[in-house]
């Protein structure tokens, strides 16, 4: 059972600056149904282990589930939250109280924690510096882990960014390429449709010239044609009136003498 509640503590370690006041530093070690607090000034150390008969109590009080209550705790003594109004007084006997506000649907309520001075200050002391210690070791090395990832993820971006322009350059050239190469079977089909128009014009228009040299043709043998039959006439008048004139005036005249009475 302990090991499993060590299994899920959380840590947290808050500068508290009070005004009027040196800073203080708040250790937080947090399970799920209660906490240790250790609060020092840098010369002497206080100690608040709140059991779970301690919290069920308190969160029993402010009708909330204990993992809430926990969770609000673990909020303002993990951070030093805006707003809020943090103590840390006398109790008497050497004891302290560590108090802080906040607001709930409207009100402001406060909770407050007792603590007992510590029989070794100089070990919890040691002890919040040491956590403080690890925790910016540690923080250095995300921060270097960061920074390494960023660096390589910048030189990623740069290697996509320069495949991007390459990529871009590549495709202009080819649009250009293809471009260009269109425009010259375009240019080619535009010329063969002029020269095939201009053939079919000038076939329209022989054409045409036949036609009217056949309509041409059609009249001038219509017109020879009727002078023809107009010229064969004339000649046959001219034949009858000949004819007409070659017959003899006296035979008329040798039939009225032999007429008898």
């Known amino acids: 059972m302990e090991s499993s509640s060590m299994a899920t503590a959380r840590h947290t370690c808050l500068k508290l600056e009070i005004p009027s006041t040196d800073p203080l530093f708040v250790k937080g070690t947090w399970f799920d149904t209660h906490f240790h607090l250790s609060v020092t000034d840098g010369l002497r150390a206080w100690l608040c282990n709140a059991?779970?008969?301690?919290?069920?109590?308190?969160?029993?009080?402010?009708?909330?589930?204990?993992?809430?209550?926990?969770?609000?705790?673990?909020?303002?003594?993990?951070?030093?939250?805006?707003?809020?109004?943090?103590?840390f007084v006398d109790a008497g006997d050497d004891h302290k109280r560590l108090s802080w506000t906040f607001e709930r649907e409207g009100t402001k309520l406060e909770w407050r924690w007792k603590f007992?001075?510590?029989?070794?200050?100089?070990?919890?002391?040691?002890?919040?510096?040491?956590?403080?210690?690890?925790?910016n070791i540690n923080l250095s090395e995300e921060v270097v882990r960061k920074t390494q990832s960023f660096?390589?993820?910048?030189?990623?971006?740069?290697?996509c960014l320069e495949q991007s322009e390459r990529f871009t350059n590549e495709k202009m050239e080819f649009e250009s390429e293809i471009y260009?190469?269109?425009?010259?079977?375009?240019?080619?089909?535009?010329?063969?449709?002029?020269?095939?128009r201009d053939q079919l014009s000038k076939q329209e228009?022989?054409?045409?010239?036949?036609?009217?040299?056949?309509e041409s043709?059609?009249?001038?043998?219509?017109?020879?044609?009727?002078?023809?039959?107009?010229?064969?006439?004339?000649?046959?008048?001219?034949?009858?009136?000949?004819?007409?004139?070659?017959?003899?005036?006296?035979?008329?005249?040798?039939?009225k003498r032999a007429t008898r009475k």
């Open 51 to 87: 059991t779970e008969e301690e919290v069920q109590e308190r969160a029993a009080q402010w009708d909330q589930p204990v993992a809430e209550y926990i969770e609000l705790a673990e909020r303002y003594l993990g951070f030093q939250q805006p707003g809020s109004v943090y103590q």
């Open 151 to 159: 660096e390589k993820l910048k030189l990623e971006a740069e290697k």
């Open 217 to 255: 043709t059609d009249k001038t043998e219509s017109y020879h044609s009727g002078s023809n039959a107009e010229e064969s006439e004339e000649e046959a008048d001219k034949k009858i009136t000949s004819s007409s004139k070659d017959i003899p005036a006296g035979r008329g005249r040798g039939r």
């Open 180 to 196: 260009a190469k269109f425009l010259g079977v375009l240019n080619s089909k535009k010329a063969k449709l002029r020269e095939l």
């Open 116 to 135: 007992q001075p510590s029989n070794d200050s100089r070990k919890i002391t040691a002890g919040i510096l040491d956590f403080l210690m690890d925790a």
């Open 205 to 214: 228009i022989a054409g045409k010239a036949s036609v009217d040299e056949e």
